[in-house]
Structure formats: C-alpha cells, structure tokens
T-cell receptor, first 110, second 111 residues
Framework: RKEVEQDPGPFNVPEGATVAFNCTYSNSASQSFFWYRQDCRKEPKLLMSVYSSGNEDGRFTAQLNRASQYISLLIRDSKLSDSATYLCVALTGGGNKLTFGTGTQLKVEL | SQTIHQWPATLVQPVGSPLSLECTVEGTSNPNLYWYRQAAGRGLQLLFYSVGIGQISSEVPQNLSASRPQDRQFILSSKKLLLSDSGFYLC??????????FGNGTRLTVT
C-alpha cells in the first residue's frame, strides 16, 4: 500500500463549480500535512498546510481526519487558473521526511 | 528571505555519461535538503534527504548518489547514467517539520 494515495483524476469541472479531493495516508505517525499545486512541467508550490481543526484560505478549505487517516481539499467557485495537479503530502520520519501522493489532476473548463 | 537555486534547467546526456546536479539555498541555516525525481506523468519520488553536512539518507537504491559538502549545498551525482534516469529532478529545502520549498527543477533526458 502506498504511504499517500490520491485519486489521479482527471476531474473535469465547469468554471464556478465546487470540487473536492481526498487523500489517504497509511502511516498513523504522520505529523503534518500539506497540499501542493503543480502546474505542467513546473515545480510544486505550497498551496496550504492542513490543520487538525480544518483551515480555509479564500476559496480553498483543507480538512484533516486523523481517525480515518485522510485529508481533503475543497475548492469553491473554480477558476480556469485552478487547472493543475494537486499533491497531497504527509510529513513523517521525525519531521524530516515528506511523502507525496501521485497527485490529482484538475481541469476547469468554460 | 530564503531562495533556492538549482541548475541546469535542462540537460541532455548520453547513456553511460556522468551526472552532477547542484542545488544551493540562501537565507537560512542548517536546512533539511532533498532530491526528488518525477518521471513523465508520474508522482514525486524521494531520492535523498539530508539533515546536515555529510548526513545523507537514501530512500531508493539506484545508481545515483548525493553529497552535502556545505551546509547549504546539495549535489546529486551519477557515474554512469541509464535511460531510466530520465526525469524531472527537483531539489527542495525545509526547516524542521515545515513544508518543502522547491527549486525550479532540472529536466534530464538520457539518450
């Protein structure tokens, strides 16, 4: 079983839609979690950290469920510019090792 | 502010040739440093990480090696490249228990 698993997609949604991605992790000792965004042929960039209480940044909301070992990302009012691959990341190894999921591809269409 | 530099941006090398990719970080001390590889259409694979000078952890056995000769310098090397070494190589840094920050990456094509 992979340490971090994501649905690869692609998710094709119309502009303005709400879309949610889930990610599961297998290591219960994982300490912190993040969502990254990666545009085609570019480096991943940090989108947001994921806190136990859930957190929101504009149109983006991240949630963590430790009991079920999954995290989620909700994007409201999708924009064309949101089209990218979204990577789920878990921090383990005493705070030194970050494991990436394979990413979920989002395509926002007119 | 912290910055990370990675070069070259693109590289085309023949099979069997050596490789050296360099990464440097500015604006921080004693960062954790990482090398990742992303094959075409695939996820990020952690190759090496380092928590200090001369301290290298290898995640995947392969013909690549890494070295950290200085606090903010991380080098990825190979003595003989294989076709399967082609990919997008990313250097990254982080502070303890913090998110990663990536360099712009090196796109390596082994021919």
């Amino acid at each position: 079983r992979k340490e971090v698993e994501q649905d690869p997609g692609p998710f094709n949604v119309p502009e303005g839609a709400t879309v949610a991605f889930n990610c599961t992790y297998s290591n219960s000792a994982s300490q912190s979690f993040f969502w990254y965004r990666q545009d085609c042929r570019k480096e991943p960039k940090l989108l947001m950290s994921v806190y136990s209480s859930g957190n929101e940044d504009g149109r983006f909301t991240a949630q963590l469920n430790r009991a079920s070992q999954y995290i989620s990302l909700l994007i409201r009012d999708s924009k064309l510019s949101d089209s990218a691959t979204y990577l789920c990341v878990a921090l383990t190894g005493g705070g030194n090792k970050l494991t990436f999921g394979t990413g979920t591809q989002l395509k926002v269409e007119l | 502010s912290q910055t990370i530099h990675q070069w070259p941006a693109t590289l085309v090398q023949p099979v069997g040739s050596p490789l050296s990719l360099e990464c440097t970080v500015e604006g921080t001390s004693n960062p954790n440093l990482y090398w990742y590889r992303q094959a075409a259409g695939r996820g990020l694979q952690l190759l090496f990480y380092s928590v200090g000078i001369g301290q290298i952890s290898s995640e995947v056995p392969q013909n690549l090696s890494a070295s950290r000769p200085q606090d903010r310098q991380f080098i990825l090397s190979s003595k003989k490249l294989l076709l399967s070494d082609s990919g997008f190589y990313l250097c990254a840094w982080s502070a303890m228990s913090s998110p990663l920050h990536f360099g712009n990456g090196t796109r390596l094509t082994v021919t």
